[in-house]
């Protein structure tokens, strides 16, 4: 593949990775990702996301950083420009047969195998490499150094936001629209109330501490 990369230069950080490995001659890299470790409830998702070479898609960020109205845009614009991407999940259930960690590593695992195009290399965001069966990068922080990264942990994070609200329509009691499952005042309290149901993760802490 031939390209001029002195003509690519952005003004975000978040394609630094991207500058280095392009340059170094490598081309078709994923971003990995994953959203949902922490709550109580619900799946944890994970995303692989390759992106087109020289391409900026201005605002792009790690997703904790950006609005949900700005991750709903980006969603989109991810998905019509990215070379490929796929997004995966582990339930509850897998999440407490095999604990987080390993779900999380699941899950990864998934969405990669699911990308219609074969990553030459992978871009994981933190320090556990989840055996990709590729050439793999950890990052610690990498959602805010890597733009396959950030693609990768907002199409995690929206879709995993979009599952719990519609857990909240079959789950009125919980309110998941307002905490998406995540251990809030308001969760712990619903918890005492109603007790769990079966989005919960019954290996989780699921009482307010005292």
């Known amino acids: 593949m031939e390209q001029n990369l002195n003509l690519w230069t952005f003004e975000s950080e978040v394609y630094g990775e991207e500058t280095a490995a392009f340059g170094a001659g490598d081309f078709l890299i994923c971003g990995v990702d994953e959203a949902g470790r922490g709550p109580l409830a619900g799946p944890v998702y994970a995303a692989a996301v390759i992106l087109p070479f020289g391409e900026e898609i201005p605002g792009l960020n790690d997703s904790k950083k950006l609005t949900e109205r700005q991750r709903d845009r980006l969603y989109d614009v991810i998905r019509q420009r990215a070379i490929a991407y796929a997004v995966a999940s582990a339930d509850q259930g897998e999440i407490d047969r095999i604990n987080i960690l390993a779900a999380a590593m699941l899950a990864m695992r998934r969405a990669v195998e699911a990308l219609p195009v074969k990553p030459a290399m ?51 009691q919980y309110e998941f629209q307002r905490h998406k499952g995540y251990p809030t005042a308001l969760h712990y309290e619903l918890l005492a109330k109603y007790g769990p149901c079966p989005l919960h993760r019954f290996s989780f802490r699921l009482e307010a501490k005292k």
């Not at 990052?139 to 909240?168: H, N, P, Q, T």
């Open 122 to 172: 992978a871009f994981v965001d933190g320090n556990r490499d989840p055996k990709l069966g590729i050439p793999t990068r950890t990052i610690v922080k990498g959602d805010a150094k890597s733009a396959s990264i950030a693609a990768a942990s907002i199409l995690a994070k929206v879709e995993r936001d979009r599952f719990m609200l519609e857990a909240a329509r079959d789950y009125p």
